[in-house]
């Protein structure tokens, strides 16, 4: 079995938070601001002002963190909230929205939450708080203003009538475009009829409507959701992959459409700020949590997490930066001048999309390329080359068979191009 030096640093923080928690007194919510750095208790204390009380009746926190993403806000909202009044009520009943805008400006973003306020009046819904803060340090990233958004709701909790047990978080990033907004009363009866459940994910997609299918990108988008949508699946965890396979035995969790329970998210320790992969190794921490065995690795244990399917359709910026800078573009995720790169491309996207059709052909060489690139990246999850492997095949079969519009030849030259990658590995 091998296991990527990624899992291995995200197994290291866990046990630093597992061996901190067992020092502590009190209920895990205690426990878990009690082994908090000082500091950052005293900057969620600051910026918590920012908030006003919050409704104790409320039991789901959407969790928003607006990382060089001001512009995108609204948007994010548009997408969310419901258009019918029986979601509308649900939402009113039961949701509260924190958004943390991380605008980095030299002046105070005053137009966001003027444009928020008037949002809230539009939609009849009042429970969105936006709190503005520019982080001084340098290694901030959209990771750690995720953990801010989580801890500084534990924090509230602690002085205030919420109660933490019944609560549901939720994470969703603050570019997207489109919400199957069913996953919410969906989650919530999940959650609330089967308390052995810790998590639930939804799919996520980061191609648009409408957007031209016969061209590279496409292609490269649309094979790089079957590969997630492997990632998420359990068809193949018992046939032809060893039963204990810490690489199968988990739900890969992300930053869009993730439902977690409190208690859980205190248990593994919450988010790694100013780590690499802090929304995907919430996933891995639980499937540590939950080990059938004393090895966590090979006893990690993924009953716990539920892949659901309502898909969030997110912003394409991300996989145009990686399609524009290839393979390499992996090594860099989390460093912070490289996250500001790819948080700037996209505002205006569609330039980026055309000079792509433009400038890179839809060809075999090119072709070549970008399964390399989505090999590479896979290869970030899934260390094992066979298995690796095996999931861009099926990933791109998939592709073949739901993309009806896709010319016979560009499939030849799909199916000429995994040939060639199959033979060369």
């Known amino acids: 079995m091998k296991i990527s030096s990624l899992d291995r640093k995200i197994y290291q923080n866990y046990k630093e ?15 878990y601001l009690a082994i908090q750095p000082k500091k ?4 969620l ?14 039991t789901i926190f959407v969790l928003i963190p607006a990382f060089y993403e001001a512009n995108f806000i609204l948007q994010t909202l548009e997408a969310l909230l419901p258009k019918n009044s029986d979601a509308l009520r649900f939402w009113n009943n039961n949701v509260v929205v924190i958004i943390l805008n991380n605008y980095c400006l030299r002046k105070p973003d005053t137009e966001t939450p003027q444009l928020v306020r008037q949002f809230k009046q539009k939609k009849q819904f009042q429970d969105i708080f936006v709190i503005n803060y ?37 994470s969703f990033d603050a570019d997207i475009l489109e919400v199957d907004l069913r996953i919410f009363s969906k989650a919530y009866k999940v959650m609330r009829g089967n308390a052995k459940i810790d998590a639930i994910q939804g799919k996520m997609t980061r191609l648009p409507k409408g957007i031209y299918r016969n061209n590279l990108f496409y292609i490269f988008s649309a094979i790089y959701d079957e590969v997630r949508n492997e990632w998420q699946s359990r068809k193949y965890r ?8 810490f690489m199968w035995n988990r739900i890969f969790t992300y930053g869009t459409g993730l439902f ?5 998210y205190c248990e593994i320790g919450g988010f790694d700020g100013l780590s690499l992969g802090e929304d995907y190794a919430i996933g891995s921490k639980i499937s540590f949590l939950r080990a059938t065995g004393p090895d966590s690795f090979k006893n990690s244990n993924v009953n716990t997490v539920r892949a659901l399917n309502y898909i969030t359709v997110n912003h394409p910026r991300r ?3 990686a399609f524009i800078n290839g393979a390499a573009v992996y090594n860099k995720f989390g460093l912070y001048s490289h996250d500001q790169k790819i948080r700037k491309t996209g505002i205006e996207w569609g330039d980026t999309y055309k000079k792509i059709k433009r400038e890179m052909p839809l060809n075999n060489s090119n072709l070549l390329v970008i399964l390399r690139t989505l090999l590479d990246k896979s290869a970030k999850r899934i260390s094992d080359p066979t298995e690796n492997m095996a999931i861009l095949n099926r990933a791109i079969q998939k592709v073949k068979n739901n993309s009806k519009k896709l010319p016979t030849r560009t499939i030849y030259r799909l199916d000429s191009a995994l040939e060639k990658l199959n033979h060369k590995r």
Do not use: M
């Open 260 to 264: 977690l329970r409190p208690s859980v």
């Open 17 to 31: 938070a597992r061996a901190k928690l067992t020092l502590k007194t009190g209920d895990i919510f205690t426990k």
């Open 134 to 170: 520019s982080f001084p340090n340098k290694r901030s990233n959209v990771g750690y203003c995720r953990k801010i958004l989580h801890d500084l709701v534990i924090l509230k909790a602690e002085d205030s009538d919420i109660n933490l047990a019944d609560s549901i978080f939720v």
């Open 319 to 321: 996989d145009l930066y």
């Open 45 to 58: 204390k600051n910026i918590g002002g920012q908030i006003p009380q919050i409704n104790p009746h409320k």
């Open 238 to 245: 018992n046939s032809g992959v060893p039963k204990y396979n």
């Open 40 to 43: 950052h208790l005293e900057l």
